[in-house]
């Protein structure tokens, strides 16, 4: 029969696998509110290169420092405010953001 040190290493182990899988998952939002723009860019001076439908699930790479605008996966730019999910929990774009190819 395992003692308690056995048992309590086991539990250690699974609980630490469990955090490394929740930390490597992707982030992902979903579009509410309306079939929502797509631009170049963060904000409304980008050109508009596609729209998301509302209720689409995205992979987010980005938001900016004001969580305004978030950066999704092969996509472009779109406006935070129509994203439900993780969009304030991830790492912010550059502050010297100035178009693809920074």
Do not use: N
């Not at 490597?24 to 963060?42: C, F, K, L, N, W």
């Amino acid at each position: 029969m395992p003692d308690f040190r056995t048992i309590a290493r086991a539990g250690l182990v699974l609980v630490a696998l469990s955090a490394a899988q929740a930390v490597a998952a992707e982030p992902t939002a979903r579009v509410s509110g309306g079939d929502i723009a797509v631009r170049s860019g963060p904000g409304l001076r980008y050109q508009q290169i596609g729209r998301l439908a509302d209720g689409a699930t995205v992979t987010l790479d980005y938001c900016t420092h004001s969580g305004r605008w978030c950066l999704v996966t092969d996509t472009g730019w779109v406006d935070a405010s129509y994203l439900v999910g993780w969009a304030a929990k991830i790492e912010a774009s550059p502050p010297d953001f100035d178009g693809f190819g920074w």
